[in-house]
């Protein structure tokens, strides 16, 4: 089958494409740039934390004054404060309406130029609400010359309102061409997406939150490179270099905990590997009943565990295991033990329980993904095996087993993937003197290493987690080029 050639552009059109190319990175860059601290015109005092960005200042205004609580109490700073957040609040307003204008260019000509009317209007009220922000630092530094409170102010020229007024310039420029080079829509023509930009469209949200929360704090990594205490700037005079990555394999009491961690860590991790079996099995079981109703009501009973928080898993765990507990309280008045014993306060068989606890909390939500493969498969092999001769264990084990086998390698190769990654709410919560030297796993030791600790180390908290993740990309790689040869899929 021929697939239609698409329309060559000439002229206008083609012109038209390119800015409107140039229209949406520069919207993408606008949008990123919202939400990265070094470049927030609202920070007009020293005081304000150096690590909130326009989109916090705009939006969250106790997180935003958090560090300012003595200076709002002389009403010359809080004017000037309350004058600096619904500026930022208005910049943060045009600077979305004006990504809305971007995410209309991907329709037709009715959509463009609405959408270039939003940026231009967005990008506008942007730079304008710059005024604003200049106003109120030169309102806060009056106030604190008049009041002899320089100390205490420490007023901070914004030198980035400067950065978004030009930004905002190129962008309302940009839009502007946009909007002479779309040709006028027809009267009765009506918004509209074609269907591949309709599915991104959908996507989109997605993509930002991914942007959001797995590439935008890529950011951070450079904390490892730095001499970094909490409330410090980054700068020429705490860059270390590779010192932290050294000192991680120097120090003999790091390489120590290290061995240690990752003794727990790749324990549990192996043993829900050997383990990664029992979703499937139960899956296959399960589809096994006849009666409707019971399957509903066991696929439900073993999936609700997955939304109950650790924290509610371990109040649980206290009401059956601890001392006054339901096993110790039914052990004493039975006459078997003298005293209630707490189970919760021992450090054996750890990794056993965790496992336990783990298994208990996600196998009904593991087993989600095979249920859904086993609707996928033919109904007429079931029918041939039927004519075969085959019983019910038999069509199990030569028909729904070998479908699943595909989705079964997929999920393990992720989990080799992963296999340093155990998260840490399960192992903070159970975590007790007895027990540490056992639970300890990586994510926990990071967090403990980072900001869970008396005497934090940011930087060496980064270097073991970007340690990690580079670990982990390698073991992706290596179990997909197994894959590859030994089953000839791979699925990167």
Same mark, same amino acid.
């Given at each position: 089958?021929?697939?239609p050639?698409?329309?060559?552009?000439h002229?206008?059109?083609?012109a038209a %494409?390119?800015f409107?190319y140039?229209l949406?990175?520069a *919207?993408?860059? *606008?949008f990123?740039?919202l939400?990265i601290?070094?470049?927030?015109p609202a920070r007009?005092?020293?005081?304000?934390?150096?690590?909130?960005s326009?989109f916090?200042?705009g939006?969250?205004?106790t997180v935003?004054?958090?560090?300012?609580?003595v200076?709002?109490?002389?009403?010359?700073?809080?004017?000037?404060?309350?004058v600096?957040y619904l !500026?930022?609040?208005a910049?943060v307003?045009?600077i979305? *309406?004006?990504?809305a204008?971007?995410v209309?260019s991907?329709?037709?000509?009715?959509?463009?130029?609405t959408?270039t009317i939003l940026?231009?209007?967005?990008?506008?009220?942007?730079?304008l609400?710059?005024?604003?922000i200049?106003?109120?630092?030169?309102?806060?530094?009056?106030?604190?010359?008049?009041?002899?409170?320089?100390?205490?102010?420490?007023p901070?020229f914004?030198?980035a309102?400067y950065?978004e007024?030009?930004v905002m310039?190129?962008?309302?420029?940009?839009?502007?061409?946009c909007?002479?080079l779309?040709?006028a829509p027809?009267r009765?023509?009506k918004y509209?997406f074609d269907?591949p930009?309709?599915?991104?469209?959908?996507l989109l949200p997605f993509?930002v939150?991914?942007?959001?929360f797995s590439y935008?704090?890529?950011?951070?990594?450079?904390?490892a490179?730095y001499?970094y205490?909490p409330?410090?700037?980054?700068s020429?005079?705490?860059?270390?270099g590779w010192?932290?990555?050294?000192?991680?394999?120097?120090n003999?009491?790091?390489?120590?905990?290290?061995?240690?961690v990752?003794r727990?860590t790749?324990?549990?991790s192996?043993l829900?590997?050997?383990?990664s079996?029992?979703?499937?099995?139960?899956?296959?079981?399960?589809?096994?009943?006849?009666?409707?109703t019971?399957?509903?009501v066991? %696929?439900t009973l073993?999936?609700?565990?997955?939304f109950?928080s650790?924290?509610l898993?371990?109040?649980?765990?206290v009401?059956?295991f601890?001392t006054?507990?339901?096993i110790s309280?039914?052990?004493?008045?039975?006459?078997?033990?003298?005293?209630?014993?707490n189970?919760l306060?021992?450090?054996?068989?750890t990794?056993?329980?965790?496992l336990?606890w783990?298994m208990w909390k996600?196998?009904?939500?593991s087993?989600i993904m095979?249920?859904a493969a086993?609707?996928?498969?033919d %109904?007429q092999l079931y029918e041939?095996?039927t *004519?075969?001769?085959a019983?019910?264990?038999q069509k199990?084990?030569?028909?729904t087993?070998?479908?699943l086998?595909?989705?079964y390698?997929?999920?393990?190769l992720l989990?080799i993937?992963?296999?340093?990654?155990?998260?840490?709410? %399960?192992?903070y919560c159970?975590?007790n003197?007895t027990n540490?030297?056992?639970?300890?796993v990586l994510?926990?030791?990071?967090?403990?290493?980072g900001?869970g600790s008396?005497?934090?180390?940011i930087?060496?908290s980064?270097v073991?987690g970007?340690?990690k993740?580079l670990v982990?990309v390698a073991l992706?790689?290596?179990a997909?080029?197994?894959?590859?040869v030994?089953?000839?899929r !791979?699925i990167?």
């Amino acid at each position: 089958m021929l697939t239609p050639k698409k329309p060559e552009l000439h002229g206008r059109e083609l012109a038209a %494409q390119v800015f409107y190319y140039i229209l949406e990175a520069a *919207v993408l860059t *606008v949008f990123v740039l919202l939400f990265i601290p070094g470049v927030n015109p609202a920070r007009i005092s020293e005081k304000i934390n150096r690590n909130i960005s326009l989109f916090t200042s705009g939006f969250f205004y106790t997180v935003f004054t958090n560090t300012l609580h003595v200076l709002l109490r002389k009403s010359w700073a809080r004017e000037a404060f309350t004058v600096d957040y619904l !500026s930022s609040m208005a910049a943060v307003i045009g600077i979305l *309406v004006a990504c809305a204008g971007g995410v209309l260019s991907f329709g037709n000509n009715k959509c463009r130029r609405t959408g270039t009317i939003l940026t231009m209007c967005g990008s506008a009220a942007c730079a304008l609400s710059m005024t604003g922000i200049r106003k109120s630092y030169t309102m806060l530094l009056a106030g604190a010359a008049a009041n002899d409170a320089m100390e205490k102010a420490k007023p901070l020229f914004p030198s980035a309102i400067y950065f978004e007024v030009v930004v905002m310039t190129i962008l309302f420029i940009i839009a502007c061409v946009c909007f002479f080079l779309t040709p006028a829509p027809e009267r009765n023509e009506k918004y509209r997406f074609d269907p591949p930009k309709q599915l991104f469209m959908m996507l989109l949200p997605f993509l930002v939150l991914i942007l959001l929360f797995s590439y935008l704090p890529l950011w951070g990594l450079r904390y490892a490179f730095y001499n970094y205490h909490p409330g410090d700037a980054l700068s020429k005079d705490n860059f270390v270099g590779w010192y932290w990555f050294t000192f991680l394999f120097k120090n003999p009491a790091t390489v120590k905990d290290i061995i240690r961690v990752l003794r727990n860590t790749l324990a549990m991790s192996g043993l829900g590997i050997a383990t990664s079996w029992c979703p499937m099995v139960f899956a296959m079981f399960l589809a096994e009943i006849r009666s409707t109703t019971a399957r509903r009501v066991i %696929q439900t009973l073993t999936t609700v565990p997955n939304f109950i928080s650790w924290v509610l898993v371990y109040a649980i765990a206290v009401c059956i295991f601890s001392t006054d507990g339901f096993i110790s309280s039914l052990m004493v008045h039975s006459g078997v033990w003298s005293g209630g014993v707490n189970m919760l306060m021992s450090g054996s068989h750890t990794w056993l329980k965790m496992l336990g606890w783990g298994m208990w909390k996600g196998l009904g939500w593991s087993a989600i993904m095979y249920i859904a493969a086993i609707t996928g498969i033919d %109904q007429q092999l079931y029918e041939a095996a039927t *004519v075969d001769g085959a019983g019910r264990f038999q069509k199990m084990w030569h028909v729904t087993l070998p479908e699943l086998i595909p989705t079964y390698m997929v999920l393990l190769l992720l989990s080799i993937a992963g296999i340093l990654s155990n998260g840490l709410e %399960q192992y903070y919560c159970f975590r007790n003197t007895t027990n540490a030297d056992s639970i300890e796993v990586l994510d926990l030791y990071v967090y403990l290493l980072g900001i869970g600790s008396g005497n934090p180390s940011i930087p060496l908290s980064t270097v073991v987690g970007l340690i990690k993740s580079l670990v982990s990309v390698a073991l992706l790689f290596g179990a997909n080029a197994i894959s590859k040869v030994v089953r000839g899929r !791979s699925i990167v």
